[in-house]
């Protein structure tokens, strides 16, 4: 059979190490990776394969990046994701829900991990088709101000096409486009194109990062429009 394949994402790397060694020993399961930042574990989510993401809520001090991780990895990548953290207030534990985790688990319970991963994979939880649901009614009550074409544009630019991919795509001339985006922004409350595909990303679900955007939306254009 093969093992359940986990990724670790945490900025603590004694922590990664003493998890590693002990989920290894578990015989059905096996690290294949860990980052130590949201932005990295973005990137690696691309090329690593694995099941199971296990997250630390709080990436940064005082700072709860570990929510847009999940966010983030799991539109790049299908996996469970199991938030850990050392906080009890429920409204973060609900962001980290809403966020599309499946379950969490307190730091000092780790001793819970291997039957929580488990029964992460076992079946669905209704919970988070119902999360799943709320997420897309969420992404589309922040897009229930663009007309059809805004909203063509945006989905083209959510998918990673560039603005001249787009103009030739939609026979769209640049200034029309321009004059498109800028309405599109202008009614989503944000300044860039790669703002606008971060925030609904992140479906509206919890307060936008000091610290601006992941690495993964850089290669868009029309940023400066």
Known sequence: MNPIKLFLVEDDPDWVKAMTAFLNKEPDMLVVGAA??????????GTLEFDVALLDICLTPGKLDGIYAAAELLDVREAKVIMLTSLDEETVVTQAFTAGAVQYVAKSDYRL????????????NPMEA???EFARLKREEQLKELTGAERELFELLEQGYTGAQIGRKLFKAESTLKNQVNRMLKKLRVKSSKEAVEKVRRRGIVPEPPDGGAESGERRDGDKR
């Open 113 to 124: 991990l291997p039957q929580t991963i488990r029964g992460a994979l076992r079946k669905t």
């Open 36 to 45: 130590a930042s949201r932005e990295e574990a973005v990137r690696m989510a």
């Open 130 to 132: 119902l999360l799943k």
